[in-house]
T-cell receptor, first 113, second 111 residues
Framework: DTAVSQTPKYLVTQMGNDKSIKCEQN?????MYWYKQDSKKFLKIMFS???????INETVPNRFSPKSPDKAHLNLHINSLELGDSAVYFC????????????FGEGSWLTVV | GESVGLHLPTLSVQEGDNSIINCAYS??????FIWYKQESGKGPQFIID?????DKRQGQRVTVLLNKTVKHLSLQIAATQPGDSAVYFC??????????FGTGTKLQVIP
């Protein structure tokens, strides 16, 4: 009964490749997010979608493109991967009524070599 | 820019003792302050939050204290258990749907 599920959990890929991380939530939340956590555990928001509409787009290279086909899914596509993209990417969701209560997925460990 | 930060990167506590994790913030316009717990290999998990118009809130074995005068937030864990070992993040929200996380404190519980 995973609330926020993301795949793949581990991804090792070469520089220059394009990859996608998929995310689905079964909580009925209207808002979904992508967060990036670096090697020092610093957690930073990348994108936020509310009912499939982009709400927050932090200073993220345009090589990163989120796609929300419906409010239960928010996928992250990354073009031309760079070494600095290596991190853990967390998908998350929250209900509109309680935006502080963010439910995170288990994370996707991306390593670019 | 605005930031949320923690005083101690690592805290070691004897099992059964109380733990206090501290956090300093700089955005005085924040509405809510939140604590998250991240266990190894997992995503952060919501613990407790507090509105900016409160100074104390209690949950099960946890208490959050907010001192707006000095822009300080703390998480107190009573009778710390091995399962409390994790990285703890304070976070704040002042803008629509944007939760900003601090740098994290690792809590190590010594059996």
């Amino acid at each position: 009964d995973t609330a926020v599920s993301q795949t793949p959990k581990y991804l090792v890929t070469q520089m220059g490749n394009d990859k996608s991380i998929k995310c689905e939530q079964n909580l009925g939340h209207d808002t979904m997010y992508w967060y990036k956590q670096d090697s020092k555990k610093f957690l930073k928001i990348m994108f936020s979608y509310n009912n499939k509409e982009l709400i927050i787009n932090e200073t993220v290279p345009n090589r990163f493109s989120p796609k929300s086909p419906d409010k239960a899914h928010l996928n992250l596509h990354i073009n031309s991967l760079e070494l600095g993209d290596s991190a853990v990417y967390f998908c998350a969701s929250s209900p509109v009524a309680s935006r502080n209560t963010i439910y995170f997925g288990e994370g996707s460990w991306l390593t670019v070599v | 820019g605005e930031s949320v930060g923690l005083h101690l990167p690592t805290l070691s506590v004897q099992e059964g003792d109380n733990s206090i994790i501290n956090c300093a913030y700089s955005n005085s316009a924040s509405d809510y302050f939140i604590w998250y717990k991240q266990e190894s290999g997992k995503g952060p998990q919501f613990i407790i939050d507090i509105r900016s118009n409160m100074d104390k809130r209690q949950g099960q074995r946890v208490t959050v204290l907010l001192n707006k005068t000095v822009k300080h937030l703390s998480l107190q864990i009573a009778a710390t258990q091995p399962g409390d070992s994790a990285v703890y993040f304070c976070a704040e929200t002042g803008g629509y749907q944007k939760v900003t996380f601090g740098t994290g404190t690792k809590l190590q519980v010594i059996p």
